[in-house]
């Protein structure tokens, strides 16, 4: 019975999707996490977007193309095991006109570890500040769950499953929306510091009114601590 | 040649004068290496597991369903390790690799440790840590098959067999806050604590 009202909504998702944008591309991105001292942390992580396809077409040039690169720095303190108070800065490189976009981030994060699981939350607020645009406040939830694909942890040389799905709360100039995200990914543990992942990533933004957009991206990522 | 024997490394005249430092060095590496837990298991099919461990506790637990086996290094060695939840509690059964028995862990609540076993337990944490957080406990048995499988089954039993406390925590010390693995006794008395090394968990945040 409680697979009801998920199937609706999936169902809905589906039915409006003839009368939204769609979009498939690519996006790989490293990120590197830097200790500094027992607490403190700095995360840096790098993002390319590039659209292989998209409908309708709203470009000018072509049908597919680079997107956008993304540059993020949060500096992390541990206030707990497993517990992380940050903030942060992103800098994102638009193609379509070259301009910049900024943003500051604000977070929290928690995991937990159960016999062959591993959980994490992330709350996050946003604010992004771009060129003749009112700055656009978010509100974020994400969850993230890791499974290891043999024994009860993920050990170096093993594969593992990683699942996120986020909720993202937007306001902009008094009007408010929400966009949802997906990901499932298999990721490969080179070592406890060093990990690979490909998987897919299903976003769906402007759900509330008209302007829906649903975008599928390949992800790619690397993920090194030192 | 690249290959050089023992014997003209450690003839070498620099070896040779700091020997003793050497030593010292390496057991320091082992000791500091030691006090870290390690683990490393994988999965099992129970067809590849060896018959006397599968029928000791395919026996003890005819109706469970689900019977998962691991095999697992750790610095001590290799064992293979049945979990079975039953009851809303976890059995860890642990056998060498000729499947001889080693022992039954038991996952606990603390009120539901002797009264004096807790506040031995209590007393130690307070008097080492700033603050603590307990997040498992296990009771760990060692000792004769047919007596383990009593106390599994929840029967009296007469003969001698150990009873020690597993607990992971978080702690703070001098405002570091880390996870451990302690090991009490029977009584509750401090035996030994490792600290648990967490995995880098960058990729489930960013």
Redesign the interface.
Known sequence: MRAVPLLTILLLVIAQSGFAQNRFGIMPQISTNFRIGESWKINSKFENRFILYQYPFEGTVRRAAYERSDLEFVVTRSIGPLKNLGAGYLVRRIDKDGSFLHRSIQQYSLSQEFTSLLLSHRFRTDQTFEKNEAVQFRLRYRISIEKPLNGLQVDPDEFYLKVNNEYLGILKSGKGNMEIRLLASVGYNLSESNQIEAGLDYRVENIIGRGKKNLLLITVGWYDSF | MLLITCNEIFNKPWVMKHRLLLIILYLIVNVVHAQNKF?????MRSSEVIAKARTYVENLFPKSKKIKW?WEENLQGVSIEA?INENKK?YSIKFDTLGALHDVELTQKFLELAIDVQQNITNYFQNQYDRYKIRKIQIQWIGDPDVLRSLIKKEETNKKYTTRYEIEF?GRKNK????YESLFDDGGKHMETKQI??????????
């Open positions: 683990e490393r298991e994988s999965r691991y979990k976890t978080s570091d806050l880390e996870s090394i967490t995995r880098n968990l960058n990729h489930l945040i960013y």
